[in-house]
């Protein structure tokens, strides 16, 4: 039961992009396309997934014993710098039409914050354990998916829309994405 | 080799021309994430901008010493040290702040805007328009956030700088301290910058 | 300027170097602070403890007692305050993970029948200006004086007594749990705290 709750409050409720303004970059960059957003989704969820597994562990069997919990951030963006480039590596090796549809977006999903973020979200779960930490992460990675596939099928509506031109290009897409904010507030209360 | 540059234009394209928010889209989770506030604005740009300087100027001074296939993770760890830097200092002196500022903290060394200037102009320039490029983009990006966390306050809390004008229980238009407000107050806020980037090139 | 050639033994070796740099440094720092932010951390409980129990002659900090709750990761940390040697109330640190964005730490001061004589909120991240609100006399001084036997800790929305915050009936909530735990922890202490001799 508890697990669904996870899954309520960070798909809706507490939403990776939309109420914790992690991801905001590829949120803004990468959303134009809805076949580009499914991409950048796909390969966020892989990223996101072995992240936390790797640096739940590293955490708690690493630096905690040994008294080095300030090089939590340093070790934890190094993991993820490393995964990502084994990622690429052996993507291109075992799955090459996967690497080229999912390869551009890797390199960048090093400087993705919601990875990261979530990393270190995962360690302050209530009683917490790796299992709860991994199903934390594929969650939000599931949020992350939402958000941002909804707000590229509403930028690609929104080219064909007569929008005023001090309000072109960034602007309108902060709108959009203020409003789809808003819509996701009325999930609070749900858990 | 870089050519000897104009040092002024240097600093303020960092704030105009090239502001980190308003126009390079660099990072935005911050910007929208700390602003619910004027303080809280400041005290991230300000941060950001410590930990920009040191890594450009580390950067800058061994930019020769580093092979360039691992250039990125020789960044990343110099960027990585100074934020772990800023983390321990203000959770021992200025405990508020790190309260308030939380994750977002951390979250400095995924900032594209540190790591795309150290690979953008620190490792390529020398030192000194290393520190003018830093205190330039710095200033840009403490603006941009003090600026919004204050439209945010003021609209969504009646106060700026934790001094109301408002009584304690007035009306404030409270969406602007929510995330959604996080968005439509930076929207028009780019919208305004535009007109004044528009106005004064 | 020449960069280095991305030879094995180069790029190796100076990975090799920034990292053992970074590493001193980063220990360094941490030596340097580590002292200020135990400081910081427990002036600001021992305000707190003043701030939430009658007046006690003790040093509570000293006389602290743990108690560990089955589905809970840390201890609880327990204050006992004397007066003259007579038990005049305990402060209960206690915790939440439910507030709108997270954590909320707050300490709650008992007197020895399970009365509430103040309550000080030590941690939290809640939106400035609305769940921060929490830390404000209109809210905390609703409060005093109550005893979880016969009160009911539940915002009205969910049939209680307490008045929520306006828009920020999450965070209320939140502290009406957080409470609740240190009231629990209270009620199991208190017996062996009334017996408790200075």
Known sequence: MEYVLILIAAVFVNNIVLSQFLGICPFLGVSNKVTTSI???????????????????????VLVPSGLDYLRTITFILVIAALVQMVEIVLKKVSPPLYQALGVFLPLITTNCAVLGVAILALGLESGSLVKAVF????????????????????????????????????????????????FLGFTGLV | MAEK???????????????????????????????????????MGLATLFVLLMSNIVISLVKSQIPNKVRIPAFIIVIASFVTIVEMVLEAFIPFLYEQLGIFIPLIVVN????????????????????????????????????????????????????????????????FVLPPGAFIALAYLAVLFNKISIKTS | MKKKESTFI???????????????????????????????????????IKLVLP????????????????????????????????????????????????????????????????????????????????????????FRGINLSSYNLNVRKDGGETDALTGATITSRAFCDATKMAYEVFTIKNDSLNAFEN
């Not at chain 2, 941009?144 to 009646?158: D, K, Q, S, Y």
């Not at chain 3, 103040?118 to 200006?129: D, F």
Request: glycine share 10%; hydrophobic share 50%.
């Open chain 2, 112 to 175: 594209c805007l540190i790591l795309g200037r150290a690979e953008a102009f620190a490792s390529k320039n020398d030192l000194l328009s290393s520190i003018i490029d830093a205190l330039g983009m710095g200033f840009g990006f403490v603006i941009a956030l003090t600026v919004l966390g204050a439209v945010r306050e003021i609209l969504g809390n009646g106060s700026l700088f934790a001094w109301r004008f408002v009584s304690e229980n007035a009306n404030t238009f409270i969406l």
């Open chain 3, 55 to 142: 007046e006690f002659n003790n040093n509570p900090v000293k006389d602290i007692q743990l108690l560990k709750l089955e589905n809970s990761k840390d201890s609880i940390e327990v204050y006992p305050a004397f007066l003259n040697n007579t038990f005049v109330g305990a402060a209960v640190i206690g915790r939440t993970d439910k507030g709108f964005s997270g954590l909320i730490k707050i300490m709650v001061g008992f007197k020895p029948n399970g009365d509430i004589q103040n309550i000080a909120v030590l941690e939290q991240k809640e939106t400035p200006g609305l769940g921060t609100k929490i830390k404000g006399e209109t809210f905390l001084k609703q």
């Open chain 1, 136 to 183: 934390f992460a594929i969650a939000n990675s599931i949020g992350f998916a939402l958000a941002l596939i909804v707000f590229a099928s509403i930028r690609e509506q929104l080219e064909l829309a007569d929008i005023p031109k001090g309000m072109k290009g960034v602007p309108i897409n902060l709108l959009v994405a203020g409003l789809l904010s808003l819509a």
């Open chain 1, 39 to 61: 991409g950048m989704s796909g390969a966020v969820l892989f990223v996101m997934t072995l992240a936390t597994l790797t640096t739940y562990l590293l955490h708690q069997f």
């Open chain 3, 10 to 48: 180069n790029m190796v070796g100076s990975l090799l170097v920034i990292t053992v740099v970074a590493g001193f440094s980063l220990g360094f720092v941490n030596d340097l602070t580590i002292g200020p932010k135990a400081t910081a951390k427990l002036k600001q409980k021992v305000n707190a």
């Open chain 2, 5 to 43: 540059m104009n040092q002024t234009q240097n600093f303020l394209k960092g704030i105009i021309k090239e502001n980190p928010v308003f126009v390079m889209l660099l990072g935005m989770c911050p910007t929208l994430g700390v602003t619910s506030s004027a303080f809280n604005g400041l005290g």
